[in-house]
Every structure is written in C-alpha cells, then in structure tokens.
C-alpha cells in the first residue's frame, strides 16, 4: 500500500474520513512530524526521503515545484491535488488511490482528486 503525508492545507475532516473508512493506510498530517510552515520544496523533499505521497489543496506552487523536481531527475514520489468538491468525494479519491496503487506507481505522477 502507498503510504502518505498530508500538507498542513488540508481539511482535517478529509484526515479524518480516511481513517475511518480505512484505518490501515500509512498517512499523517506533516504538522505531526514538524514540517508545519515549512517551504513547500523541503516538503516535497522530505517526502522523497520517506517515500510518500504528498496530498495537498496548493495547485499553485506545489505542482510548479513538483515538475521541477522531475525535471531535474530528483525523486517525486507523487503529489495529489485536492481539487474543490465535496469532502466525500476527496475521501473517496484518497482511498482509491490508497488501496489500488501499488507502491511507486504514482512516482513522477501529479494526481487530481476527483478524478477528471
């Protein structure tokens, strides 16, 4: 199973929602570790390290700095964006992605949730 950082940006209730429908997936708010108002690059970065996928709200800077590290060969593995919909449909999205990909499928992917 993929395994998960959440970015300090997303609505605990969509934290929340996981864990409950699926308590086994390896996720965590980055606050938890001590990244809270951290560069988004060091978050990617520590993700990396930690072979997670970070899940955010930030379309913005996070996707621009996602495709840099691609581009520059660092390793990625994975970002989701949230997208604005109803927070069941976010869950939903999460575990699907949580319980169907395979670890480093989503490597070098930049994933929007709900799915297109």
Not at 20 to 37: A, K, Q, S, T, W
Not at 54 to 72: G, P
Request: net charge negative; aromatic share 6%; proline share 4%.
């Amino acid at each position: 199973m993929v395994k998960f950082a959440i970015n300090e940006n997303v609505d605990l209730d969509i934290i929340a929602g996981v864990r409950l429908r699926n308590p086994e997936i390896d996720m965590f708010d980055v606050r938890d570790v001590g990244l809270g108002n951290t560069d988004d690059r060091d978050i990617l970065t520590w993700c990396a390290n930690e072979g997670r996928i970070l899940v955010t709200h930030d379309v913005n800077t996070l996707t621009d700095y996602a495709y840099e590290r691609i581009r520059a060969g660092e390793s990625m593995p994975g970002l989701v964006i949230l997208k604005n919909a109803p927070i069941v449909q976010l869950i939903e999205g999460v575990l699907i992605l949580a319980e169907a990909s395979l670890p480093g499928e989503l490597d070098n992917h930049v994933t929007y949730l709900p799915f297109r």
